[in-house]
C-alpha cells in the first residue's frame, strides 16, 4: 500500500504560454511521480471545472496559483501520510475532498495533476513502466493515431469552421510505420496548399495547417487529394472533428466561411454528402453536445457506416456516456483526462465504452505539456486508438515519441 509522502505543485506554462500546473508526488518508500495537466479551447459546457485565478493583472486571468495552493495545502494536508489500496480509492478521496459534481471547489487541474503524478510515483515504486502499472482493467494495446493535417475553427483562427481535418492509417504493422506514411501526408498537404497558391505562415494550436480555405469541403479536397499525392488511398482514411457547438447559433449552425446557415437536418445531410463523397470515415462533435435528439438521427442515418464520436457531448463524463448509450447516440466517445478530472473516472468511462461495444479514442488537448502521460494511457486502456494533434510540435511528438519507445522496447521486453 503505497503511503504519501509529500505533495508539491508550481505553475508551469503550456503549449499556448497559458498557465498550467506541474505536479510532484513522493511516496514513503522513496520514489516520485511528476504530472503535467494540459487545457483545451475547445472546451465542452460539461466540462469538470480547470480553476483560473481570474485575476487580470496576472496572464489575462488565466493564472493556477489558486489550484497550485489547493494542491499544496488541501490536497497535500489531507494525503500526506495516508496509504491508498488503489489508485481508486485515492481518488474517490479526492472527490470526497472537493465535494462539488464538477471539482469545482479545487479544481479538476489540481485533482487531475495529483491523479497521474501519484500512478507515475506508484509505477516508479513499482519498477514497470507506466502503462503496465496504470490499473486500466484492460488488455494493452498499441494504439491507431488520427493526425490532424488541416485545422479550423478555435485553433487556426475561426478561417474555416470545421475544427479538425485528420489522416487515419489502416493496415500498418506498426506505430512506426503508419506514422512514416502519416508525415509523409503533411508533407504532401503543405506542397497541395502551396501549389494552389494557398499562405501559410506556420502551424496552428495542434501542429495542422491552417490556409484561408474558401470552404469547409476544400479542406476535404486537399487532404483526399494529398493521400493521393503518396498513392495512400487505400492506406489512409479521413476523420473530422466538427466541434459543432462552437458554431451552433440557436438552433442552427453558422458557416461564416460560407456565408450560411444550416439547420440541424442540413447539418446531417451535408455531414452524409462528405462520408459519400470523400473517404470520411470517422466524424467527432457532427451535432451540438446538447442536441440528443439530433445525436440520434445522426447516429441512425450514418452510425453503421462511419464512428461517430462525443468529444463535448460526452465529455468524458460516465453519467452522459450512460444516457447516450441508452439513448443510441453516437457509437464513439472521445476520452480526455482533465474533462472529468481523475484517472479513475477516465478508467470507469473507457469501461463503460468497452460494453456498450463503443469504440474510444484517447485525446489530447489542444493546449499540452511536454508531458507523455497519455501514450501510456492510451496503450495501457486497449482503448485502440488516440488523438494527439499533428506530428510538429514538441507537445504532441513527446506523446509519439513515448509510444514508439514502448512500441520498440519496452513491449518487446515486456513479450
Ligand atoms: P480542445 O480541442 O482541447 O481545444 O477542446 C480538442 C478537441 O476538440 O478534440
Ligand atoms: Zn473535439
Known amino acids: 500500500m503505497p503511503k504519501i509522502k509529500a505533495v508539491d505543485a508550481f505553475e508551469i506554462l503550456d503549449s499556448r504560454g497559458n498557465p498550467t500546473l506541474s505536479v510532484t508526488v513522493a511516496l514513503a518508500g522513496g520514489d516520485l511521480g511528476r504530472a503535467q495537466v494540459p487545457s483545451g479551447a475547445s472546451t465542452g459546457k460539461h466540462e469538470a471545472v480547470e480553476l483560473r485565478d481570474g485575476d ?57 495533476g495529483v491523479s497521474c503524478a501519484y500512478a507515475r510515483a506508484v509505477a516508479n515504486e513499482e519498477r514497470i513502466p507506466l502503462w503496465a502499472s496504470l490499473p486500466s482493467g484492460a488488455e494493452p494495446s498499441m494504439p491507431v493515431p488520427m493526425v490532424n493535417m488541416i485545422s479550423g475553427g478555435l485553433h487556426a483562427g475561426g478561417l474555416i469552421e470545421v475544427q479538425d481535418f485528420l489522416a487515419v492509417p489502416h493496415g500498418f504493422q506498426t506505430l512506426a510505420d503508419s506514422l512514416e506514411a502519416l508525415v509523409a501526408i503533411h508533407h504532401a498537404t503543405r506542397n497541395w496548399l502551396v501549389q494552389k497558391g494557398y499562405r501559410l505562415t506556420g502551424v496552428a494550436d495542434e501542429g495542422g495547417w491552417g490556409p484561408a480555405l474558401e470552404s469547409n469541403e476544400a479542406a476535404l479536397e486537399a487532404l483526399t487529394a494529398a493521400i493521393a499525392m503518396d498513392g495512400l488511398e487505400s492506406n489512409v482514411s479521413i476523420a473530422i472533428d466538427v466541434a459543432s457547438s462552437h458554431f451552433r447559433v440557436g438552433n442552427s449552425y453558422r458557416l461564416t466561411s460560407e456565408q450560411r446557415t444550416l439547420k440541424r437536418h442540413e447539418m446531417i445531410d451535408l455531414l452524409a454528402s462528405w462520408v459519400d463523397r470523400y473517404p470520411v470515415v470517422s466524424i467527432e462533435d457532427g451535432l451540438d453536445q446538447d442536441d440528443w435528439e439530433g445525436w440520434v438521427a445522426l447516429t441512425q442515418r450514418l452510425g453503421e457506416k462511419v464512428q461517430l464520436i462525443g468529444d463535448d457531448l460526452f465529455t468524458t463524463n460516465p453519467k452522459r456516456l450512460a444516457h447516450g448509450v441508452e439513448l443510441r447516440a453516437a457509437n464513439s466517445v472521445l476520452v480526455k483526462m482533465n474533462q472529468i478530472g481523475t484517472l479513475t473516472e477516465t478508467f470507469e468511462v473507457l469501461r463503460m465504452a468497452r460494453e456498450a461495444g463503443y469504440r474510444a479514442v484517447v485525446s489530447a488537448r489542444s493546449g499540452e505539456t511536454e508531458d507523455s502521460f497519455l501514450a501510456d494511457l492510451a496503450v495501457a486502456s486497449g482503448a485502440g486508438q488516440i488523438k494527439i494533434g499533428s506530428i510538429t510540435r514538441s507537445e504532441r511528438l513527446s506523446k509519439y515519441n513515448r509510444l514508439l519507445e514502448i512500441e520498440g522496447r519496452e513491449i518487446a521486453d515486456a513479450t
Open 56 to 112: 487580470p493583472h496576472r496572464y489575462r486571468g488565466k493564472g493556477v496559483r489558486k489550484a497550485v495552493t489547493h494542491v499544496k495545502q488541501v490536497l497535500g494536508g489531507a494525503l500526506v501520510g495516508d496509504s491508498f489500496d488503489s489508485q481508486a480509492d485515492l481518488d474517490q478521496r479526492m472527490i470526497e475532498l472537493d465535494g462539488t459534481p464538477d471539482k469545482s471547489r479545487l479544481g479538476a487541474n489540481a485533482i487531475l
